[in-house]
């Protein structure tokens, strides 16, 4: 190879290592200037969405909070009322010293039917009153409420309203969904296939033992005669002078209806109760052994 040939050879070499140094120079400053602006575009555009989405979460927990507050135990005073709307029905309710009652009315403020509203109020001394008859509520509707006290030794309540079965009935759907239990499927069937409703009633007498039995056999008949009833237990409390009823139901309706009669209203005067009976009203889950 002669010296021009050599003197060809170097030259071409130099600008192969220009030309692929400006490329390389080039190329990812422009790639990352586009990136760059990319990314920024894309944080804007975020940033849009990350006030709207601040939004939003201010809004709900606003409306979460305030529907706590409701069910956190806040009391109010005596004189107080309240006026709160809780899953579309707005509970209006104020304590009547005279009547040593809790008074007042829930209305349905949506366009649709709100099955099982109810009322409950919880009083500073720990008792719980209600909950109320569940009835369904059309909407623009209202219906009366009114809950009793048996004592004066309390000086703070608070109260809200419930709605579908969440607490006390079967559906637990709503309010107080039903998790799943994680139980094989023929348990899980059998829960399906399970309708009854478990109703206990635990009270205080002022009878003597053979007196709550007479009065019981005496009642037999009544009770026999409910819809609905499937199964009534008498049952006799470890503590002196309490005994209580374990009702077997096969519907929350039929429960509804023996609350609202005048047989269930007659207990506390018929055992002679002294101060409020506590009522439980229970979701059978499943069986373990099934009827043939």
């Known amino acids: 190879m002669n010296q021009v040939q050599w003197y060809l050879l ?3 070499a130099l600008l192969a290592l220009v ?15 586009g990136t760059q602006r990319a990314n920024r575009g894309e944080h804007d555009h975020d940033g849009e969405h990350g006030r709207e989405g ?12 305030g529907e706590a507050g409701e069910e956190s135990g806040i009391e109010l005073a005596l004189n107080d009322t309240y006026d709160h709307t809780r899953n579309g029905a707005r509970l209006i309710l104020a304590y009547d010293a005279k009547s040593n009652s809790f008074i007042g009315t ?5 366009d649709k039917t709100l099955d099982q509203v109810r009322v ?3 009083l500073s001394n720990g008792k719980e009153l209600g909950p109320t008859t569940p009835a369904d509520l059309e909407p623009g509707k209202k219906m009366d409420v009114k809950l009793a006290a048996a004592t004066k030794d309390f000086d703070g309540w608070t109260a809200h309203p419930e709605v579908g079965r969440g607490e006390h009935g079967r ?7 039903r998790r799943s239990t994680g139980l094989r499927s023929d348990v899980q069937l059998a829960e399906e296939e399970t309708r009854v409703v478990i109703q206990i009633v635990k009270f205080e007498t002022e009878l003597s033992e053979d007196e709550v039995l007479a009065t ?12 609905g009833l499937i199964q009534k237990y008498y049952v006799k409390l470890s503590e ?8 077997i139901w096969d519907s929350i309706e039929s429960l509804s209806k023996f609350r609202a009669s005048e047989l269930a209203a007659s207990i506390p005067r018929e055992y002679k109760v002294k101060g409020e009976p506590k009522v439980e009203i229970l979701d059978a889950l499943f069986e373990l052994r099934t009827q043939p």
């Open 10 to 12: 170097a030259i071409a």
């Open 19 to 33: 030309i692929t140094g400006c490329s390389n120079d080039g190329g990812p400053a422009n790639s990352t200037s």
């Open 54 to 65: 601040r939004g939003e979460h201010d809004r709900d927990g606003d409306d979460h909070h």
């Open 106 to 110: 829930v209305e349905n403020t949506t």
């Open 120 to 122: 409950e109020v919880h």
């Open 171 to 177: 559906e637990g759907r709503g309010e107080h969904p």
């Open 216 to 227: 019981a056999r005496d009642r037999l008949g009544d009770f026999r005669a409910l819809p």
């Open 240 to 247: 002196p002078n309490r005994y209580g009823g374990v009702y």
